[in-house]
């Protein structure tokens, strides 16, 4: 059994690391209201606008449509978005192995990861698969999430795209389902993907101002933006609802093991008391004999 002195420096040291997990927990929770309240607001717009972009679209040939044209794929970009910082459980782990497991799973297409978040280009910058040409920091994104901020990297990948740098963009990131649970999502940013056309019975005639290929036009710069934003705030979210439930756990996981640990202080300290009344009583009966 460690000695008395050992346990004790043990016993100190969780209760030093349980103040920083729970002082990490109750953090997290306060910037998850926050990030909470920003993507529950934007959902329903960005679904409202690709619902809008869908019913367009679903009557209109989009194969002329420059973000919509479908290529045989060869080159692949895949926007990993991740945190900047770790102690958040397995959130930015189960992006880079869904991104890993998409490279594993596609041999014949080239593969280029661009990390929006610092885990995710640590994770591929030592690697044949990182994507260099981007020159501004993405680690800065969540510095102050805006849609400013987001819009020029958006233009960025629309770009790429039109100039054939890439036949496909994804984007991998986790979903914001509640503080205990994030959803892995893969979404295809470009090319837009057309709604299947459906026969709907109605008797109202819309007159569209300007052309309905104007309209779309203006909407897809936007939608995909909009759509990228969104997995930002999705993953903000996600993040500290991760750290939220992981510091939680690892408190209790201390706050169990310093109750083991005084539970041993407490036996060895009445080990060690008994074995000094045992040594006095034993010296005192062989003096007295």
């Excluded at 994770?123 to 990182?130: E, S």
């Excluded at 705030?233 to 750290?243: C, N, P, V």
């Excluded at 169990?256 to 040594?279: F, G, V």
Aim: glycine content about 4%.
């Amino acid at each position: 059994m460690a000695n008395l002195k050992e346990i004790r420096n043990r016993i100190t040291s969780v209760a030093s690391t349980m103040q920083i997990t729970s002082a990490m927990k109750m953090v997290s929770a306060a910037k998850l209201k926050k990030a909470q309240d920003g993507i529950t607001q934007m959902r329903p717009y960005s679904e409202k606008l690709q619902e809008i972009l869908s019913n367009l679209t679903s009557s209109l040939d989009m194969s002329e449509n420059q973000y919509s044209q479908n290529r045989e794929v060869k080159n692949v970009l895949i926007v990993a978005v991740t945190s900047n910082r770790g102690l958040c459980g397995a959130f930015n782990n189960n992006i880079i192995k869904s991104t890993n497991q998409y490279i594993k799973d596609n041999p014949g297409e080239k593969v280029q990861v661009i990390g929006l978040g610092k885990k995710a280009q640590d994770a591929y910058k030592r690697t044949d698969f990182y994507h260099t040409d981007y020159s501004e920091d993405l680690t800065k994104v969540y510095d102050d999430i805006k849609f400013e901020n987001i819009e020029d990297f958006g233009e960025y990948l629309m770009e790429s795209y039109k100039e054939a740098k890439f036949d496909k963009i994804l984007v991998f990131y986790n979903r914001f389902k509640n503080a205990a649970t994030q959803i892995v999502m893969n979404e295809q940013f470009l090319p837009v993907e057309q709604a299947e056309s459906e026969e709907k019975t109605t008797t109202a005639d819309y007159i569209f101002e300007p052309s309905k290929e104007e309209i779309v036009d203006e909407l897809i710069p936007k939608s995909l933006k909009t759509q990228l934003y969104k997995a930002v705030l999705d993953s903000w979210a996600s993040e500290h609802g991760a750290r939220m439930t992981a510091m939680h756990k690892a408190t209790d996981n201390a706050d169990a093991l310093k109750k083991e640990l005084t539970l041993s202080y407490n036996k060895a300290r009445q080990a060690a008391i008994t074995n000094e009344i045992l040594e006095i009583v034993g010296g005192a009966e062989a003096l007295n004999n």
